[in-house]
């Protein structure tokens, strides 16, 4: 059963546009989620994390919006630009109490941006 | 410079042929994890660690074996290695602080194929 389901499989957004993946959760134990970044041939890189105690964190160009109610949470590009082509991967944890260290991963988003 | 050492970055087996692909960190993190990367599939965790001698099973152990006799080490074991083992594994590593959850810092990747 996959706990953490990422959408779209792949995005083309044009130089400047905004990008958004959204991904859903069901477990409600979960209490920490961070977003990472894959470029081709290397490993995923942490880009931004998320509790459940606020409902948007910012930093630069990289916003996430999570919505406890709905158990959805979502990372959006602003400004998007042809290096910020990669693979972004969503996940979960439970960051406090028993089974720290058990990060479970969306499938992936591969983010093309052309100039 | 904090970082997450995998090796080898290439390997190609045969079947049967016991191998260990190693782990090391050198920022003290008690967390680390083995991951495995297939197309389509994400990042799937295959055992994690909490600590020295601590170690439990991710989502897909069968086949795999670990061991942390260390804090800084963390190797794969791979008894029989078989063809569906062939895949892009990761070794991560985290920590906490104040009782919280950090997001784990991934190694470059071993490319492993089985034949």
């Known amino acids: 059963q996959q706990q953490v389901k990422q959408s779209p499989q792949s995005l083309i957004v044009q130089k400047g546009g905004i990008s958004i993946i959204n991904c859903a959760y069901e477990n409600t134990a979960f209490d920490y989620f961070p977003w990472y970044q894959q470029f081709p041939g290397k490993g995923p890189a942490l880009l931004i994390a998320i509790r459940p105690d606020v409902s948007e964190k910012k930093e630069g160009r990289f916003t996430i919006s999570f919505n406890k109610s709905a158990k959805q949470f979502s990372l959006h590009i602003m400004d998007s630009q042809p290096g910020d082509s990669a693979t972004y991967f969503c996940?979960?944890?439970?960051?406090?109490?028993?089974?720290?260290?058990?990060?479970?991963f969306g499938r992936g988003t591969q983010l093309t941006v052309w100039p | 410079e904090a970082q997450v050492t995998q090796n080898p970055r290439y390997l190609i087996t045969v079947t049967g042929k016991k191998l260990t692909v190693t782990c090391s960190q050198n920022?003290?993190?008690?967390?680390m994890s083995w991951y495995r990367q297939d197309p389509g599939l994400g990042l799937r965790q295959i055992y994690y660690s909490m600590n020295v001698e601590v170690t439990d099973k991710g989502d897909v152990p069968e086949g795999y074996k670990v061991s942390r006799k260390e804090k800084r080490n963390f190797p794969l074991i791979l008894e029989s290695p078989s063809p569906n083992q062939t895949s892009l594994y990761f070794c991560?590593?985290?920590?906490?602080?104040?009782?919280?959850?950090?997001?784990?810092?991934f190694g470059s990747g071993t490319r492993l194929t089985v034949v």
């Open positions: 991560a590593s985290s920590h906490r602080d104040r009782g919280q959850d950090y997001g784990y810092t």
């Open positions: 996940a979960a944890s439970k960051g406090r109490g028993s089974t720290l260290g058990r990060l479970y």
């Open positions: 920022m003290n993190h008690e967390y």
